[in-house]
């Protein structure tokens, strides 16, 4: 049985001197995947991090008050087409930010559910810390010691064999704290190793030999020493198999250069290719906190957020294209999150400030693709004392729903109550 995360710490903090190797505690066996289980079901979750600005992402260009709070940020009708020239309105209200045309293709296809008005409640968190604690932990007072993902895998995953939940990352998300385990943040491939010492790289096999010898000495069953072993050897294996994924790893789709959501999202897909057992991964970009410089007049396709946009469309186009390219595209949902929107004006420095009332996007295969919610509105009378668009879905309901209809789990026990069905998976 994997020694968890409580009976880890309970056996002492002396294994600080290994402790790069923790994240490996539950990686157990090594199984290439040979074919597609069509009961697989993944969830790839997408952390835009900074606070995204949903106005200018899903655009209301119909919307005379949003012109009027964006003389110079807002998106004209005649500004929502692509450097191809292909429009990007998806209704006779709404169309996606010009640079997004990876995504209005998934759209149009059915592939894309946009969750609008999502946000957490009518008393919104509007520093990062404390907003992204209430969406990570999917607790409004944003004082639980879990996250929602973590929580979720308590109710079996992390009991489960194998490499069952990561974060494609240097550092752990709170979305993925958990009572019972511990899991593997891999920011590359490459760095996801045994790590000896730089000063000495001519010895690195004597030290790992070294390693692997000690640990598999025999110590007193369920002592700290045997525990500590146990996880060193199994995590040395792990890493190892881990390292070995880009190797078995051939496809004809070509992700964009320079583009870091791209990368993270490839080494995702490696990962779910090569490794059955996986079924929660874990993304982020960060750079969304547009204070001043956020776009300029005269081109909206070019500007700090319309890079980062382009970052998240052609990033979740290639990695959609790589799932069906593998036959996985009916086994994978993305979720995408960002902790709060902007402030519907734009500021004197062309850039908007913490808002609310932004919006979500669900992607894949399995979901019934369209617009849920409602766009909140801008009118003076409707917005809160800040300025900020009201909360019309809690974003707490998206998370029931996806784990309600698509990882099977009790929604109840990982959010607290009882959230509705917001209605995008069948």
Excluded: C
Excluded at 302 to 322: E, M, N, P, R, W
């Amino acid at each position: 049985m994997p020694t968890t995360r409580r009976q880890f710490i309970k056996r002492g903090a002396a294994m600080a001197g290994v402790s790069f190797l923790l994240p490996e505690i539950l990686l157990k066996g090594a199984h290439g995947q040979t074919a597609v289980d069509p009961n697989r079901r993944i969830l790839v979750v997408i952390q835009l991090e900074g606070g995204n600005d949903g106005l200018n992402t899903v655009v209301p260009y119909t919307n005379d008050r949003y012109f009027s709070l964006r003389p110079v940020l807002g998106i004209r009708e005649s500004e929502l087409q692509d450097a191809q020239g292909k429009s990007t309105i998806i209704t006779n209200k709404l169309g996606f930010h010009p640079v997004m045309s990876g995504i209005k293709d998934l759209y149009d296809k059915g592939r894309v559910a946009v969750v609008l008005g999502a946000g957490d409640g009518p008393n919104p968190g509007l520093s990062h810390f404390i907003a992204s604690d209430i969406w990570q932990v999917a607790n409004v007072a944003g004082d639980n010691s879990e996250g929602w993902l973590g929580k979720f895998a308590d109710q079996g995953l992390a009991q489960g064999a194998g490499v069952r939940v990561l974060s494609s990352d240097d550092r752990s998300p709170r979305a993925l704290a958990s009572k019972k385990a511990i899991f593997p943040n891999v920011p590359s491939f490459a760095a996801y190793n045994f790590q000896t010492d730089a000063k000495y790289p001519g010895n690195g096999r004597r030290q790992l030999s070294t390693f692997n010898t000690y640990n598999s000495e025999s110590f007193p069953p369920d002592s700290f020493l045997a525990a500590a072993a146990e996880i060193g050897l199994d995590a040395v294996e792990q890493a190892d198999r881990i390292g070995a994924v880009p190797s078995t790893y051939q496809s004809p789709v070509i992700y964009p250069a320079n583009n870091p959501l791209a990368a993270r999202l490839k080494m995702v897909a490696q990962i779910i290719i090569a490794i059955p057992e996986v079924e929660i991964l874990y993304v982020r970009l960060g750079g969304f906190d547009h204070h001043a410089a956020q776009g300029v007049a005269g081109n909206k396709r070019i500007g700090q957020h319309a890079t980062l946009l382009q970052y998240f469309s052609d990033g979740v186009k290639a990695f959609y294209d790589d799932m069906v390219a593998h036959g996985l595209a009916d086994n994978v949902l993305l979720l995408q999150w960002s902790e709060f929107g902007r402030r519907p004006n734009e500021n004197g420095s062309l850039g908007t400030d913490h808002g609310a009332g932004s919006l979500m996007f669900v992607m894949g295969n399995p979901v019934r693709g369209g617009l849920y919610g409602q766009q909140s509105s801008l009118a003076p009378g409707d917005v809160d004392s800040d300025g900020n668009p009201r909360t019309m879905v809690d974003f707490r309901a998206v998370y029931a729903t996806v784990i309600e209809k698509w990882l099977g789990g009790d929604s109840q026990l990982v959010l607290g109550k009882q959230f509705e069905n917001v209605g995008f998976l069948g």
